[in-house]
């Protein structure tokens, strides 16, 4: 439905659902079935009705009159002006169920609401009929009882007033059903008197126009039965004909495709049904099926049988009928099947055309998700680098600046000088002697510029002279010195002088400072 093209969102609300409900029964193309819909007024049933007689193309004239009449009271209640009965007619003009081809059509018939068939009476009038409605009713109540003491004198006065190849008429006492109860009542009330169990005969357990519609669906054929307890040859037919084991294997043979619906007249749908395939002698059986010889969508009558025959007869007819639709059948089969398989690799093809998409979409996602990683992982790397380059460099202009600002090694006429040997990280041993007034971090600054002082005495020299500690540079000393014996870590941040915290002279290893971090990464090196 994709394909064609339609804009759903532009239909109203109850647009859209009589659009769903036309499309879930005749399965149409959204740009088929739109059109209908609209020359039905966006009634469903009307157009599903005029979908599956074949005259989808006509006006509907209810909505033609209900354009051109001018608009009714908002107080006055809105009632259907056509009924689907009236649609089906078979006698009214331009009925749908004229012969083509040689075959007569069968409609579809959904049954009116009683309430849609009869329009109640004004109390004014009631009240003047009260007294013919009193008088009916005791009447009827009279003749019932005298019905019920004597049998057969309704059957024998049905007899001399219609006989019996006239249409019987409708059972007005029994209670109306919806489609599928009326069926169910039915079954129940077939296999009460004739005493058959459930399933026995494969009887469609739904309405008329359900059996119809699936008949028309899935290319098989309709076998209508109805029957008139007010006729003589009812019973004998049932029991002969329609319980007979030859037909009953019939009927449930799977390559025959034959849908069962039967009723009796005695019910609303049932003579509305009879009423539409114009029958005038029970017991009744046509067989339906889809003929495209007639139109496209056309049902059509293919074999009839009026009247009491033997299993043989019925079967015969049946077997003729089928035989005569089995070839067109069988070719539009192929064609729905054809069209199945290229709207399945059609939908097969746009499947494997969306995974694709998905996957390039995937595989997309994921490579800038990956670049966009790398991207960060070089800024905080170039990020580092940066900073280390920077910290070396602070670190070179704060020696430099340092290495300049230590006293020099006092001589022998500084008696009160403290002596300290100093065992530096590499193992080498140093001894230096210190002023007593020297603060400890001067001893620390001693050790961390001890190394440079390898380097040449010319460019030390220039360097010292040009450098400047570096603005807003607080230096961290990354080791510690410790008295080994007894042990005592002399910290720096607590400042004093040399003679004041180690005395005269010292023996101090120079430790390194090691974070918890590289502590937990060297134990787990060793382990």
């Known amino acids: 439905m994709a394909s064609s093209g339609f804009d759903i969102t532009s239909l109203t609300e ?20 739109v059109p209908i819909l609209q020359k039905c007024q966006w009634n469903a049933q009307i157009a599903i009705t005029r979908f599956f007689d074949g005259d989808a193309e ?35 003009p331009g009925s749908r169920s004229r012969r083509q081809g040689g075959l007569e059509e069968a409609p579809r018939v959904v049954p009116t609401p009683e309430s849609q068939l009869s329009q109640p009476l004004p109390f004014p009038f009631s009240l003047l009929l009260l007294p013919f409605n009193l008088t009916y009713v005791i009447f009827q109540r009279l003749f019932g009882t005298i019905g019920f003491l004597f049998p057969f004198l309704p059957r024998l006065l049905s007899r001399f007033w219609s006989g019996s190849g006239s249409r019987p008429s409708r059972d007005t006492g029994r209670r109306p059903l919806s489609p599928s109860d009326t069926a169910a009542r039915f079954m129940r009330e077939f296999e009460e008197e004739y005493g058959v169990t459930h399933g026995t005969v494969p009887f469609h357990e739904a309405g008329y126009a359900q059996a119809f519609d699936i008949a028309k669906r899935d290319l098989k ?22 319980l007979a084991p030859e037909l009953l294997t019939f009927l449930k043979e799977p390559k025959n495709n034959i849908v069962l619906w039967a009723g009796t007249v005695q019910d609303a749908e049932a003579y509305q049904v009879s009423t539409a395939l114009n029958v005038t002698k029970f017991p009744y059986a046509c067989l339906i099926a889809h003929t495209p010889s007639v139109s496209s969508t056309a049902m059509s009558k293919i074999a009839t049988s009026a009247g009491s025959s033997t299993v043989q007869e019925l079967i015969q007819k049946l077997q003729a009928g089928i035989q ?7 070719r539009i089969r192929r064609q729905r099947q054809e069209q199945q398989a290229s709207r399945s690799l059609r939908q097969e093809q746009e499947s494997a055309y969306e995974r694709s998409l998905a996957a390039d979409r995937e595989k997309a996602r994921k490579r800038k998700e990956e670049e966009a990683a790398k991207e960060k992982a070089d800024r905080e790397e170039r990020e580092r680098e940066e900073r280390e380059t920077n910290a070396a460099e602070l ?31 590499n193992g080498e041993r140093v001894v230096r002697k210190f002023r007593p007034d020297a603060d ?3 001893l620390y600054a001693f050790v961390e510029c001890r190394e440079d002082e390898a380097e040449d005495e010319e460019t030390s020299v220039s360097s010292e002279k040009e450098a400047q500690k570096p603005e807003g540079y607080e230096h961290e000393y990354g080791f510690r010195l410790v008295s080994p014996m007894p042990r005592e870590v002399y910290d720096v941040s607590k400042g004093g002088t040399i003679r004041e915290r180690i005395g005269r002279s010292g023996n101090l290893i120079v430790e390194k400072i090691v974070d918890e971090d590289e502590d937990e990464d060297d134990g787990d090196e060793e382990e």
């Open 14 to 33: 109850d647009q859209q659902l009589a659009l769903q409900q036309y499309t879930s029964v005749t399965d149409q193309e959204l740009g088929d079935a």
């Open 58 to 92: 006509t006006i509907d004239p209810a909505a033609e009159a209900a354009r051109a009449a001018p608009p009714s009271p908002p107080t006055q209640a809105v009632r259907r002006t056509e009924t689907l009965m009236d649609s089906i007619n078979p006698r009214s």
């Open 221 to 242: 054929y309709l076998l209508v039965i109805l029957l008139s307890p007010e006729h003589d040859d009812n019973a004998s037919f049932v029991r002969d004909t329609l």
């Open 324 to 330: 005569t639709q089995s070839a067109e059948l069988d």
């Open 395 to 425: 670190l070179a202009r704060w020696k430099s600046w340092r290495r300049q600002n230590i006293a020099p090694e006092p001589g022998n006429e500084v008696k009160e000088a403290v002596r300290i040997s100093l065992r530096l990280q």
């Open 440 to 442: 400890v971090e001067e």
